[in-house]
């Protein structure tokens, strides 16, 4: 999936809601757009036609979001937002939009079906629903609605609070972008020059001349070292907690809303009221922080700098990978270890870019065999995005009693030829699925809950888990006695928990 062209997308149709005062669900937006870019070709906005919402939202909508089908409406007037907005942003003719109201029409009473038939989407997207909206979402990434804690700056101890690992831009790309910031530019000028500039032009001589990222790395140190007195932010109070706010986005290590910035600089100032704005555009000057929309994070030169800074005072800052240059283990073991989001995306999209469909889905599926479930679901996650040319090496699939249901599940949802799945290739697949769930389910059992509430496992197929030759049957059993609200099923759930374990030991 683009990344860059949803985000934009969602950043235009925003501003564009607030200057005529229309109410704009912009995650549903985006939910759509998402799908839309990673399994309909659409790359920008404009390549939106009206039978892409046929496959829009009566199939990839419900075998991929979780939903019940009483949320069908406000799926609707998502859809119905996009399309007024593509026609008035010029990007889609007023024909062409015409036809998709006409066809959105046509859908709207079908949508509620299609969300409540089991049949669209199998036990597949049931059991994914355990792990949240985003299957990939396993790191410090800012889920959708909620915002990290930004009141109080952890303790730079490193046994205490221990730096995750960053990615680094390529030394070439932070020459390129330091050659882009304005402060960089003054400082390099004739003067004479204002603050902060001129306390920072001696430190140019601290480094020879041709080290520009070395004189980079003590500007960005001094910056959030020294007392710059307001001449950074344009408030005293917010530059002496400019540290612990640029720390805090390097932990973050993704963009967070401004108003969440807002609300740190203004908890720094005290009784002071801040001009938010002002100060990131100043922060932006000085190349710190990159606004985009509604968010903004650290520039890469920031999170080089503030690594440099970092191991300078004996800290541990590891760097990430970039998982796109790995092979498919190393791709899921790096998503597994935690990346935000937005990264984990742009891994994935430039490492199946470097390969054919077909390449790609044998070696994830080569990597899924024989490991935890939890790595599994990333490899038959990431598969799930190809189209039917990755067809053979998922059909290849088949012969492994691990990958059997998956490749069933991906075959049926294409409509091409695929057996039948067996009662016990169900039991396993649901069980296999729902391990997946476990690392998520421990962290937030009430999302787990809600989750299985709205779309978990029937009653006859709890009843009957037990009897799977899965390692994590006992696991999962206990995971739904603990978490399932429907006491009926929580304790079908601890009943066959009970003779899993008796199984495996009789079994050992």
């Not at 882009?180 to 001589?205: I, M, N, Q, S």
């Not at 990431?382 to 039917?388: H, K, M, Y």
């Not at 994590?472 to 399932?484: A, I, K, N, T």
Request: proline share 8%.
């Amino acid at each position: 999936m683009s990344i860059e062209w949803v985000n934009q997308a969602i950043d235009s149709l925003r501003a564009w809601g607030r200057a005529r005062g229309v109410e704009v669900d912009a995650d549903e937006v985006r939910l759509l757009c998402d799908y839309a870019s990673d399994y309909l070709n659409v790359d920008e906005p404009g390549d939106f036609a009206p039978e892409t919402f046929d496959e829009l939202l009566l199939s990839i909508y419900p075998r991929k979001v979780i939903a019940p089908p009483e949320s069908a409406p406000q799926t609707v007037a998502a859809a119905r937002t996009l399309v007024d907005y593509l026609e008035d942003t010029r990007q889609v003719p007023g024909i062409t939009a015409a036809a998709m109201r006409e066809r959105i029409a046509g859908i709207e009473p079908r949508l509620p079906e299609a969300l409540a038939d089991e049949a669209n989407f199998g036990m597949a997207k049931s059991l994914f629903s355990s792990i949240g909206p985003e299957s990939l979402e396993q790191s410090v990434a800012i889920p959708s609605g909620e915002v990290p804690d930004l009141g109080e700056a952890p303790c730079d101890c490193p046994g205490c609070s221990p730096l995750p690992a960053v990615r680094i831009a390529s030394p070439d790309a932070l020459l390129a972008g330091l050659a882009d910031v304005p402060l960089w530019a003054e400082l390099h000028g004739p003067g004479p020059h204002a603050e902060p500039v001129a306390g920072l032009r001696p430190l140019l001589d601290a480094e020879p001349r041709g080290e520009p990222l070395g004189q980079w790395a003590r500007i960005v140190a001094h910056l959030v070292e020294h007392d710059t007195g307001g001449a950074v932010t344009g408030s005293a109070e917010a530059d002496h907690a400019l540290y612990d706010l640029l720390d805090m986005l390097y932990r973050v290590r993704t963009r967070v809303p401004v108003a969440v910035i807002g609300e740190y600089l203004e908890d720094a100032a005290d009784d002071a009221e801040p001009d938010v704005a002002a100060a990131l555009d100043r922060l932006a000057w000085c190349g710190l922080v990159e606004v985009s929309g509604d968010d903004a994070g650290l520039t890469p030169l920031a999170v080089w700098a503030l690594r440099e800074h970092y191991l300078t005072l004996g800290l541990d800052a590891p760097q990430a990978p970039d998982l796109a240059e790995a092979d498919a283990t190393g791709l899921i073991g790096g998503l597994l270890d935690g990346v935000p989001s937005e990264l984990a995306e742009d891994d994935i999209t430039r490492w199946l870019g470097r390969r054919t469909a077909a390449e790609a889905a044998a070696e994830l599926l080569g990597a899924a065999s024989g490991v935890p479930a939890v790595a599994r679901g990333i490899a038959v996650t990431i598969v799930d995005r190809l189209g039917a040319e990755a067809e053979p090496a998922v059909r290849a699939g088949l012969d492994d009693p691990e990958l059997r249901p998956h490749a069933i599940h991906w075959l049926a949802a294409r409509g091409l030829p695929a057996p039948s799945l067996t009662q016990e290739e169900l039991l396993w697949v649901s069980v296999d699925m729902l391990a997946l769930a476990l690392p998520a389910a421990e962290e937030d059992p009430d999302v787990f809950s809600e989750n299985m509430e709205a779309s978990g496992p029937p009653a006859h197929l709890i009843e009957e888990m037990w009897q799977v030759d899965h390692p994590d049957v006992v696991e999962v059993l206990e995971l739904l006695g603990r978490s399932l609200a429907d006491g009926t099923l929580a304790k079908a759930a601890r009943k066959a928990a009970f003779k899993a374990r008796s199984r495996a030991i009789r079994s050992s």
